[in-house]
C-alpha cells in the first residue's frame, strides 16, 4: 500500500533553510505527479508545490515560488523540498501527496522563528 513518510522538519531562524524529505514506497513512485502541502495551526491544509513525474514541471504557490524549491530521485523513491528565505508564516506542518492516492503521511513539523 501507499505509504510517505515525511523528515527533514525542525525550528529554524527567520531568513534560514531547511529541505525535507519524503520517501515513497508500495506504489510506482516514477509514475506518479508528486505535491507537498502544509497545514499551519488553526488553518486549512494548503498546497505548496506540485512536481511531475519525470521532475521536468514545477508549479509553486505564490506564497512560496522563488523561496522553495521541489526535486525528486526516481531511483531513490525520494522527494525533496528546499526551503530558502524562511519566514515565521511558513510555520507549519508539511506532508507530501501521491496523485490518485488518498494517502497522507503523519507530515513533519517546520518551525519558524527567532
Known amino acids: 500500500q501507499v505509504q510517505l513518510v515525511e523528515s527533514g522538519g525542525g525550528l529554524v531562524q527567520p531568513g534560514g533553510s531547511l529541505r525535507l524529505s519524503c520517501a515513497a514506497s508500495g506504489f510506482t513512485f516514477s509514475s506518479k505527479t508528486m505535491y507537498w502541502y502544509r497545514q499551519a495551526p488553526g488553518k486549512e491544509r494548503e498546497w505548496v508545490a506540485t512536481?511531475?513525474?519525470?521532475?521536468?514541471?514545477?508549479n509553486y504557490a505564490d506564497s512560496v515560488k522563488g523561496r522553495f524549491t521541489t526535486i525528486r530521485d526516481n531511483a531513490r523513491n525520494m522527494l525533496y523540498l528546499q526551503m530558502n528565505s524562511l519566514k515565521p508564516a511558513d510555520t507549519a506542518i508539511y506532508f507530501c501527496k501521491a496523485s490518485d492516492s488518498d494517502y497522507w503521511g503523519q507530515g513533519t513539523q517546520v518551525t519558524v522563528s527567532s
Open positions: 512536481l511531475s513525474s519525470t521532475g521536468l514541471v514545477r
